[in-house]
C-alpha cells in the first residue's frame, strides 16, 4: 500500500533559523495536504497542493510539490515560537477510493 | 459557531470493557472520519463514513465498531477486542465524500484503558 514517509521526526532550532521538513511517497499523488497540530492540539490544515512542480507561499511558510508529485516539502523562514508543534504532509494517491495517508510527522522546537 | 465537537476529552477505562466516544459536527458536512495517534506518531485512519448509514473500514478497523445514523454524529465504539486501545482519538469531517476535501478536525479524546 501506499506509504508517506516525513524527516526528519524531531527538529529542535533556535529562534530566527530557517526549519524544513519533507515529505516523500511511495507512488505518485494526486494531492499533497499539509496539517500542523500544536502540542496538546488537534490537525489543522494549513494548505494543499496539486500541480506538479506547484510551490504557494503563506507568510514565512513554504511549500512545494515536486515534479514527480511524489514528494514534497515545507520551510520555514526565521522561526518563531509560534511554530511550534508537529506538521504533518498527508498524501492522496491517484487511484479513486484511496484515503489520504498521513506522514509520521515532524515535530518542531523552537528555542527562544 | 459551526465546528465539531468530540466529548469528553479524556476518558478512563478498565480492561474489558467497551467504550463509546462522540463525535458531532454541524458543518453539513457528508463525509465523517475516525482516526487514532499514538505518541510521536502519525494519524491512522479507523473508519470513515461518506454518506449516512453506510461506513467503510479504514486500515485499522479490527476491534472497532462505528455508526452513522444522522448526519451529525459518527460514534465510534472500542471494542474489548483491541488489543491496545490506549491512544488519542481524532474524529475530522469534509464537505462532500472527496478525500481530498480538507479536513477539519474536532479536539480529540484522549482514551486511557488501566
Known amino acids: 500500500g501506499q506509504q508517506v514517509m516525513q524527516i526528519p521526526q524531531y527538529q529542535h532550532v533556535q529562534e530566527g533559523e530557517d526549519f524544513t521538513t519533507y515529505c516523500n511517497s511511495s507512488t505518485t499523488l494526486s494531492n499533497i495536504q499539509w496539517y500542523k497540530q500544536r502540542p496538546g492540539g488537534h490537525p489543522v490544515f494549513l494548505i494543499q497542493?496539486?500541480?506538479?512542480?506547484e510551490v504557494k507561499k503563506q507568510k514565512r511558510l513554504t511549500f512545494q510539490f515536486g515534479e514527480a508529485k511524489k514528494n514534497s516539502s515545507l520551510h520555514i523562514t526565521a522561526t518563531q515560537t509560534t511554530d511550534v508543534g508537529t506538521y504533518f504532509c498527508?498524501?492522496?494517491?491517484?487511484?479513486?477510493?484511496?484515503?489520504?495517508?498521513f506522514g509520521g510527522g515532524t515535530r518542531l522546537m523552537v528555542k527562544p | 459557531d459551526g465546528g465539531i465537537t468530540q466529548s469528553p476529552k479524556y476518558l478512563f477505562r478498565k480492561e474489558g470493557q467497551n467504550v463509546t466516544l462522540s463525535c458531532e459536527q454541524n458543518l453539513n458536512h457528508d463525509a465523517m472520519y475516525w482516526y487514532r495517534q499514538d505518541p510521536g506518531q502519525g494519524l491512522r485512519l479507523i473508519y470513515y463514513s461518506q454518506i449516512v448509514n453506510d461506513f467503510q473500514k479504514g486500515d485499522i478497523a479490527e476491534g472497532y465498531s462505528v455508526s452513522r445514523e444522522k448526519k451529525e454524529s459518527f460514534p465510534l465504539t472500542v471494542t474489548s477486542a483491541q488489543k491496545n486501545p490506549t491512544a488519542f482519538y481524532l474524529c475530522?469531517?469534509?464537505?462532500?465524500?472527496?478525500?481530498?476535501?480538507?479536513?477539519?478536525f474536532g479536539p480529540g479524546t484522549r482514551l486511557t484503558v488501566l
Open positions: 498527508a498524501g492522496l494517491e491517484g487511484s479513486a477510493g484511496n484515503m489520504l495517508t
Open positions: 475530522a469531517s469534509t464537505l462532500a465524500g472527496g478525500i481530498s476535501d480538507t479536513q477539519y
Open positions: 497542493l496539486v500541480k506538479s512542480g
